[in-house]
């Protein structure tokens, strides 16, 4: 997989899939790597053409110092398609990922057709608990908030079942760079789009973990109440609905996507 040099930041991106298909961004959750979409991949690919790529301070990325912002995050996505020469693409991104597309609908909507938002919030999580996550990273390492993480992401029916994914993602994970997962953190504990995210005006759908306690289901709901004509769909997982109902979550957004008829 390529790295593409932004200027202060090299982005590790990939991407695949049919060369005349209209082009799916998709973006991680924190802590998380382009291979996070593993499970989408071959059934969206069908009807994409792919753009994954590892957010600055996660993955192959480098990791330039810290703290980030979501602006900076943005960013970076905006950068990312200058540089690959893409004009438009769809947008599908969670968690983290679902807050920088809350940032690009609200600042750069001409670039997306659409935008899928998936567990994800306009204001995630206290200060108080960000700068506990961060201290404890700072202190211990990734390891220190892994265990707790997984049982975040997933609900405990799953974990308890032991499915591949959850050990993927728990090394995944474990191998995020501190420095760069710390600096993450500070994005996401500094951002609030409670007073922008109705100036949204492309088509959104939110997809939300009915057991997600990071970011919850009144969360995606109050969302929906201030994006004009955004849909909800609610999946049975908790946080990585991606990884722990893949077809559902796969389904979704492509019956999402096939509303639109592409431009002649």
């Given at each position: 997989m390529p ?11 990939e991407l ?5 298909a209209?082009?799916l961004?998709l973006?991680?959750?924190?802590g998380?790597?382009l291979?996070?979409w593993?499970?989408q991949?071959?059934?969206?690919e069908?009807?994409y053409?792919?753009l994954?790529?590892?957010m600055r301070?996660?993955g192959a990325?480098s ?5 980030y ?8 996505v905006l950068?990312?398609?200058d540089?690959?020469r893409?004009?438009e693409?769809?947008f599908?991104?969670l968690s ?11 600042h750069?909507?001409?670039r ?5 938002l998936?567990n994800?919030?306009?204001k995630i999580?206290?200060?108080e ?10 202190l ?5 908030v892994?265990d707790?993480?997984?049982?975040r992401?997933f609900?405990?029916e799953?974990?308890a079942?032991?499915?591949?994914v959850?050990t993927?993602m728990?090394?995944m994970?474990a191998a995020?760079?501190?420095?760069g ?6 994005a996401i504990?500094d951002?609030d789009l409670r007073?922008?995210?109705?100036v949204?005006p492309?088509p959104v759908?939110?997809?939300?973990g009915?057991r997600?306690?990071v970011?919850?289901?009144a ?5 929906q109440?201030h994006?004009?004509?955004?849909e909800?769909v609610?999946l049975p ?7 722990e ?8 957004v492509?019956?999402f ?7 002649e």
């Amino acid at each position: 997989m390529p790295l593409i040099d932004l200027g202060d930041v090299s982005l590790n991106y990939e991407l695949s899939g049919r060369l005349d298909a209209p082009v799916l961004l998709l973006s991680n959750s924190l802590g998380t790597t382009l291979g996070m979409w593993d499970p989408q991949r071959e059934e969206l690919e069908k009807k994409y053409r792919l753009l994954r790529y590892d957010m600055r301070g996660h993955g192959a990325s480098s990791v330039p110092a810290g703290p980030y912002t979501v602006d900076l995050l943005g960013r970076d996505v905006l950068a990312l398609l200058d540089a690959l020469r893409i004009d438009e693409v769809y947008f599908c991104g969670l968690s983290v990922g679902g807050v920088i597309g809350q940032w690009l609908g609200i600042h750069a909507p001409s670039r997306f057709r659409k935008l899928i938002l998936c567990n994800t919030a306009a204001k995630i999580g206290t200060a108080e608990t960000w700068n506990k996550r961060i201290a404890d990273v700072q202190l211990g390492g990734m390891e220190a908030v892994a265990d707790a993480v997984v049982q975040r992401w997933f609900t405990a029916e799953f974990v308890a079942s032991g499915a591949p994914v959850v050990t993927t993602m728990r090394q995944m994970l474990a191998a995020c760079n501190p420095a760069g997962y710390v600096a993450a953190c500070a994005a996401i504990r500094d951002m609030d789009l409670r007073e922008a995210v109705g100036v949204i005006p492309i088509p959104v759908c939110l997809i939300a973990g009915e057991r997600d306690a990071v970011t919850t289901l009144a969360d995606a709901q109050f969302l929906q109440s201030h994006i004009a004509g955004a849909e909800l769909v609610t999946l049975p997982a908790a946080h990585i609905s991606s990884a722990e109902v893949p077809q559902q979550f796969s389904a979704a957004v492509l019956k999402f996507l096939a509303k639109d008829v592409p431009s002649e």
